[in-house]
């Protein structure tokens, strides 16, 4: 049984239960379960540590520890084992960049990392619109002449570093058979 489908028993999603119902039950395992990796950021906002994506997104499957992207990246996927569609997006949060999980069904956003760092929070995080997003500072960027902005990771991440086996390796995940 590959990992996907470990963290899938762990997570014991009625199958009967809603699209909705399925996404707050992942999302309520994942941040309750997962840390977010305050020394990696560190090392990486202080340019002492080379990203390395495959890497975080493995740590976030077998050590529950990641950073915001990875973090998001295996809801994304979990997600997809349970056949919600989404797509992780990137944005400003308050200056910094960030990444997000976005539903085109619902148009509605679940920011994880925020809730891993602010459980006492963490249903503020869950399924709300993009005016909320505006709202908590998410996609505001004083780089883009403070225009509200959300872009689509492959394109950003590719941008910034040629990180484009990364892809490959998650797609890896995306199209394989995951028991329920």
Known sequence: MDIINDWLCKLR???SST???KRHRIFNYLYKNIEYDNFLMTEIFHNRANRNPTAEFDAVLIHNRGICSSISQ???VILSAVDIH???VCCSDHNFSHQLVWFTSTNTFDDL???ILFPDKAEKYFNY???EAVKLGQSKSPLFDDKYWITVPNEWIEHIADHSQF???I???LHRQHVQ
């Open 74 to 76: 295996v809801y994304h």
């Open 113 to 115: 990392t925020n809730a």
């Open 19 to 21: 699209e909705l119902q």
């Open 167 to 169: 892809s490959k390796y």
């Open 86 to 88: 989404s797509a992780c």
């Open 171 to 173: 797609n890896k995940y």
């Open 13 to 15: 999603i009625d199958k």
């Open 129 to 131: 619109s993009y005016q």
